[in-house]
């Protein structure tokens, strides 16, 4: 089609040159981006993180009750406005999603749908579970490994505390993997949809104000991945892990990737007191 042809809100959608200290590939891709916002229905209010030209917006403005679009690059910020305006119920925000004040959204977003900016994904993603209760649903893009190391089991080479945590909040799966080729412009590595779905608290075997202690026993535990993981907590508790490790089935030479993430609370439940 001639540029002459094409519709105001297709010119407003290829305007703005991808950034690599922000880690946009922008999406051009359809398929994909049905595969991204499938389950989104009427009565969703979505949030966005990241929507760069606008692209995956369209299509989440097609289904959804409301979308929160919450992006940091100014260059965009007047051009996604104007594609914003044509739709009605997208609701454009300027901002560092690190930073981002998430609960003074109104009305509150119960979903994450995005194609993740790169360079922030996976601390992004951890700080959503842990602060922001109201999403319960997340389903968005990351790189292929950052996938993997999120949804990996113990026993995997992925598996480290990151995904222990990941994992304690949200049961995780990776859904597609995608093709450089669907991305303005193409990383160097392949992408995957990941869908999180948060756990109730009756799921998480977390008792109110554990989390943030079990999160300092994980991250701990897996300092030295070579070592054995008592020797990886302070002195005071080293010898009464390996008691805890045989309670829960492991031998005393246990290494932290062997363990389930439920596992870690029950040795948090003993060692808490000097943690």
Known sequence: MCSACRSKSELVSLTGFPKKRLGQHFLR????????????????VVLEIGPGRGFLTGF??????????????????PPLREKAAGYGNVAVHPGDALT??????RPAPTKLIANLPYNIASPLVLKLLE??????????????????RMAA????????????????LAGVEVIHKVSPQVFDPPPRVHSAVVEMERRG???????????EGVKRLVLASFKSRRKRLANNLPEPVRREAPGVLRSLGYGPEARAEELLPEDFIALYRVVSWAV
């Open 29 to 44: 891709d359809p398929n994909t981006a049905r595969i991204v916002v499938a389950g989104v229905g009427p009565e969703d």
């Open 60 to 77: 989440l403005a097609g289904r959804a009750r409301l979308v929160h679009a919450v992006e940091l690059d100014t260059d965009l910020l």
């Open 100 to 105: 981002f004040d998430y609960d003074a959204l």
């Open 131 to 148: 602060e922001t209760e109201r999403i319960n649903v997340m389903r968005f893009m990351v790189q292929y490994e950052v996938a993997r």
């Open 153 to 168: 089991r113990r026993g995997n080479k992925d598996y480290a505390a990151y995904a222990v945590l990941v994992q304690l």
């Open 201 to 211: 608290s009756g799921e998480t075997g977390l008792r109110p104000g554990e989390y």
